[in-house]
């Protein structure tokens, strides 16, 4: 019975820390700040560059810095280890629900169950794999061509 109370107490326990957690993400409003605060920044870096340095730096590289690369920034990355962290806790507490708690509670390993728990994380990671270097090349032609209508708008004004 106490090894059921502390698996349902682990499991339950992290849940209205996470809840409060995402609410003060939405309340604090981190995306939106941290946008600003790079944009902000890009563009103090930019007028601290000499006159000859900002001549070199296309109105259009600055411009796609400032919305396009800010934004998978805080969006891709910085807003996604919430989610992350989340998922990694609850394959660890399965994790160790069936390879620690049913030994210790006398019970056989059930495969059908941890197998399963095995696996995932293998072929996800396989799966990111391949697919990074065919989703990089999709984004570096995309890139590339925002690059180029910045640059044909930049030729135009």
Known sequence: KRALLFIASAILLPLPVLQILKVCICRLKVDGL???????????????????????????????????????????????VMPFFSAACQLVLSTTLQFVFCPALGEALRWDAALPLLLFPVTLLLALCVGHRRIGRLLDRQGNKMYKLCQHVGDTA
């Open 34 to 80: 941290s946008r600003k605060l790079l944009q902000k920044n890009l563009l103090r870096r930019f007028l601290n560059f000499s006159d000859r340095s900002r001549d070199k730096l296309s109105e259009g590289d600055l411009l796609l810095a400032m919305t396009r690369d800010v934004e998978l920034l805080v969006g891709n990355g910085y807003m996604n």
